[in-house]
């Protein structure tokens, strides 16, 4: 039986107008309602009209990987995860497709074709693209799996790093060492890993009795050299460690100290997170939390065969641990902390 809009907006007792604008990602409806919508046709099996007749009864031995310019160009990072999801395929006699998603398509909510024509057997979502385009993706009902990324609005499985006991395991090895006055630095609207690594920082802060100055919450920075040291520059006083993010904001935090005249770790320690490059190639090598890249793409890809084997199982989100790695970065205060 051919699911149609009308039959959508009978189940919830909505007008077909409002169905269409859910389906569409135009405004005029709630992000609630929007949901709602996406998860009755999703459990009704609706396909928007142009794919209806492209339905393929067999697999197409095909899985599509996609992703925002931005996290594209992260190559240090997220280069490490598509190399694995390619040899996870590979294993499994899968072939890979990759699309861009470019701003225009991101805003305009244009789907790439391999998902307008159900191409694909299984999508993996790599990062953090927009909320109303990642949910237009998933209308298509075809199995998805998103890598680095969830929000409370989309309901899928996500392949997450346990950010949070991340954030806390970074500010704690700082305390150990000795620091009672440490920063953050990161930009938590950005994405909610970052979000979550703070809270790691005030579950770390909290847990030693240790008070945090506001100033020295930077939640709003950009990884640009010029924004890090303009902060730095406006702080009446500075504390004698910095819990960054991740490794670009490490990167250019130390050379913005350094610049400033001040040597690390010395005056100032910093650890970061993810372990990229740039936390291996700065002077000095910088101390950060540890993530298995390579395991993002083997629990994807086995958890999106069992989504496609499994799809009306409840979503679930899958936490991989991190690990501390103590370069030269940090080390105990020169200031008496007795």
């Known amino acids: 039986m051919k699911v149609t809009m009308q039959m959508i907006a009978d189940t919830l007792h909505i007008s077909k107008n409002s169905v269409s604008q859910a389906l569409t990602g135009k405004d005029g409806v709630s992000d609630e309602t929007r949901q709602l919508v996406i ?3 999703q459990k009704l099996g609706y396909l928007y009209p142009d794919t209806k007749k492209k339905v393929k009864s067999e697999r197409s031995g095909s899985i599509a990987l996609i992703a ?20 996870e395929c590979s294993k499994r006699g899968m072939t890979l497709q990759i699309q861009s998603v470019n701003p225009q398509a991101r805003d305009e909510l244009v ?16 990062s953090h693209i927009s909320t109303d385009y990642i949910n237009t993706a998933l209308a298509t ?5 998103l890598i680095d990324h969830h929000h409370p609005r989309i309901h899928a499985d996500c392949i997450l ?8 395991d970074a500010v704690s090895h700082l305390i150990q060492l000795g620091h009672k006055k440490i920063g953050f630095w990161g930009n938590v609207s950005f994405s909610p890993s970052y979000q979550e690594r703070l809270e790691g920082y005030h579950m770390a802060m909290n847990e030693a009795g240790l008070a945090f100055n506001p100033d020295w919450l930077v939640k709003d920075a950009l990884e640009e050299s010029t924004d890090v040291t303009d902060k730095l520059l406006r702080m009446d006083s500075l504390p004698t460690a910095w819990f960054c993010v991740n490794d670009g904001l490490g990167f250019l935090l130390i050379s913005s100290l ?8 010395d005056n100032f320690s910093v650890c970061s997170f993810d372990n990229g490059q740039l936390s291996r190639i700065n002077t ?23 989504r496609m084997e499994n799809p009306s199982e409840p979503h679930m989100d899958i936490i991989l641990p991190t690990i501390l790695i103590e370069r030269e970065s940090t080390s105990k205060p020169s200031e008496d902390i007795s």
Do not use: C
Request: hydrophobic share 40%; proline share 5%; no cysteine.
């Open 39 to 41: 998860k009755t046709a």
């Open 68 to 87: 925002s310019d931005f996290a594209f160009s992260q190559r240090n990072f997220f280069g490490e995860i598509y190399l694995s999801i390619e040899q």
């Open 111 to 126: 789907l790439p074709s391999f998902l307008q024509n159900q191409g694909v057997d299984g999508l993996l979502i790599l």
């Open 141 to 145: 009902g075809i199995p998805t799996v």
């Open 161 to 168: 790093t346990n950010n949070r006991f991340g954030g806390y």
């Open 258 to 265: 350094q610049q400033l005249g001040h040597k690390i770790p």
């Open 284 to 306: 000095p090598t910088t101390t950060t939390m540890g993530v298995d890249l390579s395991k993002f793409g083997q629990m994807a890809i086995q958890q999106l065969f069992w």
